[in-house]
């Protein structure tokens, strides 16, 4: 069961979805409790509120799941099941057991990561000097970043879809540079105050190093996109080091953003997704302050590709992408859900299909369950401002 679970998550990858499925419904006829299987079922299908799927996840969550992990997994396919099938309040209560079933194993304290925010504001304060790099024989990287869930994987879709433009997934690259950072005299330290320590052959140096890893990813193309999302943490460093990189902003509404990291199981990523409240706190005090910051003190260096935006007009929209990276138009950009690669996020169903607008302001058939969300966020609500 756990093979065929796994073949149809490589084929969800793929972008096959049928046969995704049918290795799923194998999986399950071997194990008709398989809570991994569920999990993998249950984004590659919609559910109505006499379906049978949903019966049997409801018979194997009643079971009691052997492990925390079978739990949070059909918890999350439940809530998904019940969303679809418009039983919001069921739906809810599964969301919310399965994500206080994660956060209770995590060791996690957001005001470390809104400490960390306020550093890197005040180190990267500007103005930044004028820098230049080689790019003779070499690639160039396309950072798409921004929250999870605010479209990043939808706009990486886009932008693979042109001829010269090589998706790289969500790279470690940056991360690992900045974990290994030394002072120009050669002194480790933490990020961000480090980088003020930095001469420009380090800065140099480092830029080499990324692009470096980068260039085995480019197979004979000019651009290679890094969604790492939040390497939003990091914009200030890859305009020193990356000074001809292109950097993307994916932005979509606060509330739909953060409430569709709620409903989604990173798998141990992004411990701030998992209770309400502190998601709010992370969108406001760390995510908005720090986008805020770099569009003040690096004005017109990073585009705002706003989701909803991208819904309304998605030809508008691409001409913009495409012209802020330097690449000319293609009429295969509008296409992106036809493009043959691997894609290994949590969008990977989703972003098979063309545009839709049903996403939008999904959310509000939850609001009387999201007020230490909607406390948290505050004024970013009415304004929409990320």
């Known amino acids: 069961s756990a093979a065929y679970t796994h073949i149809g998550n490589l084929f969800k990858k793929m972008g096959d979805l049928e046969a995704a499925e049918k290795s799923c419904r194998r999986a399950l006829k071997l194990d008709p409790a398989s809570a991994a299987a569920f999990y993998e079922l249950s984004s590659?299908?919609?559910?109505?509120?006499d379906d049978p799927d949903l019966r049997s996840m409801?018979?194997?969550?009643?079971?009691?799941?052997?492990?925390?992990?079978?739990?949070?997994?059909?918890?999350?396919?439940?809530?998904?099941?019940?969303?679809?099938?418009?039983?919001?309040?069921?739906?809810?209560?599964?969301?919310e057991e399965a994500n206080r079933t994660v956060r209770s194993s995590m060791d996690y304290d957001v005001a470390?990561?809104?400490?960390?925010?306020?550093?890197?504001?005040?180190?990267?304060?500007g103005p930044f000097p004028e820098r230049k790099q080689d790019s003779s024989g070499g690639c160039t990287a396309i950072f798409v970043l921004g929250m999870p869930r605010s479209g990043t994987t939808l706009v990486e879709q886009i932008l693979a879809s042109h001829s010269d433009v090589n998706a790289g997934g969500e790279l470690e690259y940056m991360g690992r540079l900045v974990e290994n950072l030394k002072s120009g005299k050669g002194e480790a330290g933490d990020y961000?105050?480090?980088?003020?320590?930095?001469?420009?052959?380090?800065?140099?140096?480092?830029?080499?190093?990324?692009?470096?890893?980068?260039?085995?990813?480019?197979?004979?193309h000019s651009f290679v996109i890094?969604?790492?999302?939040?390497?939003?943490l990091l914009i200030g460093l890859i305009h020193l080091a990356l000074p001809n990189s292109r950097i993307v902003h994916c932005r979509r509404d606060p509330v739909d953003t953060c409430f569709s990291c709620y409903k989604h199981f990173f798998l141990g990523q992004y411990s701030f997704a998992y209770d309400l409240a502190e998601l709010g706190r992370y969108y406001r005090n760390v995510y908005a302050q720090l986008m805020n910051h770099w569009h003040k003190v690096l004005p017109g260096r990073i585009l705002d590709v706003r989701y909803e935006d991208m819904v309304d007009d998605q030809e508008r929209e691409t001409r913009r992408l495409l012209e802020h990276c330097g690449l000319p138009w293609e009429d295969s950009c509008l296409d992106f859900h036809k493009i043959k690669r691997v894609v290994k996020t949590s969008s990977a169903a989703q972003v098979r299909r063309s545009i839709y607008k049903n996403a939008i302001h999904r959310w509000k058939n939850y609001k009387d369950r999201l007020g230490p969300l909607l406390d948290a966020l505050g004024p970013l609500i009415n304004s929409g401002e990320s």
């Open 44 to 49: 590659l299908k919609s559910f109505s509120d």
């Open 58 to 95: 409801e018979t194997a969550y009643s079971g009691k799941p052997k492990t925390k992990q079978e739990k949070v997994f059909l918890g999350f396919s439940l809530a998904k099941a019940y969303e679809d099938s418009g039983a919001y309040g069921r739906a809810f209560e599964h969301l």
């Open 112 to 125: 470390s990561d809104e400490g960390l925010a306020g550093r890197i504001v005040k180190a990267f304060k």
């Open 192 to 220: 961000p105050e480090i980088v003020l320590h930095m001469d420009a052959d380090g800065l140099d140096g480092m830029g080499r190093d990324y692009l470096d890893c980068l260039r085995h990813l480019a197979s004979g």
């Open 226 to 232: 890094d969604k790492m999302p939040l390497n939003f």
